[in-house]
């Protein structure tokens, strides 16, 4: 079965950079999607990006000067990172298996992250 | 973005069939796809594609719609399905999610 893992940081201070690894077990990385969504306070769900099986991958606009998704394959895990981050970015982070038509059949537990001084 | 707008909240009685709507601000195809989550945990896949049930989901839930109208239906409501339900599209870039129903048991 595919379980996924988020650990990092849950306090990060404003204008630092947020980093996130998920740890995948039961799947290889370089089979699939796998991406990063945040829930923020009040149920707002935001998709992030992912990371292809060759490497490549896609971000949100919305997030596209800040954001950067890296994978090590010997590992079997990927990360995120999220720079600058502001008060805004409090939400509890979530990584997830994207199937190749879009949809994430396997997530994270999730870990909260709070912005603040 | 692709807005997808969904009902707040509903209140239905165990042994009760209810429809949960998501409304696409444009054309999704048949990439819909729901989630139930409750609190404290992680959002679990109920249907992708518009209708097909995901692995080891009861059939009491069911999926229906194409284009800009979807529904998800539970039928019968059970005590254990009280939880936040989410839409998502992937067919317009970026993904984009529901701001969810929240479904309440009488």
């Known amino acids: 079965e595919v379980q996924l893992q988020e650990s990092g940081p849950g306090l990060v201070k404003p204008s630092q950079s947020l980093s996130l690894t998920c740890s995948v077990t039961?799947?290889?990385?370089?089979?699939?999607?796998w991406g990063w969504i945040r829930k923020f306070p009040g149920n707002k769900m935001e998709w992030m990006g992912y990371?292809?099986?060759?490497?490549?991958?896609s971000y949100n606009p919305s997030l596209k000067s800040r954001i950067s998704i890296t994978r090590d394959t010997s590992k079997n895990q990927f990360f995120l990172q999220l720079n600058s981050v502001t008060t805004e970015d409090t939400a509890t982070y979530y990584c997830?298996?994207?199937?190749?038509?879009?949809?994430?059949?396997?997530w994270g537990q999730g870990t909260l992250v709070t912005v603040s001084s | 973005d692709t807005v997808l707008t969904q009902s707040p909240a509903l209140a239905v009685s165990p042994g009760e069939r209810v429809s949960i709507s998501c409304r696409a601000s444009?054309?999704?195809?048949?990439?819909m796809h729901w989630y139930q989550q409750k609190p404290g945990q992680q959002p679990k896949l109920l249907i992708y594609k518009a209708s097909n049930l995901a692995s080891g989901v009861p059939a009491r839930f069911s999926g229906s719609g194409s284009g800009t109208d979807f529904t998800l239906t539970i039928d019968p409501v059970e005590a254990d399905d009280t939880a936040t339900y989410f839409c998502q599209q992937s067919w317009n870039d970026p993904d984009t999610f529901g701001a969810g129903t929240k479904l309440e048991l009488k």
């Open positions: 444009e054309g999704v195809n048949s990439y």
């Open positions: 997830a298996e994207r199937s190749r038509r879009g949809w994430f059949a396997y």
């Open positions: 039961g799947y290889s990385i370089t089979s699939n999607y």
């Open positions: 990371i292809s099986y060759s490497g490549s991958t």
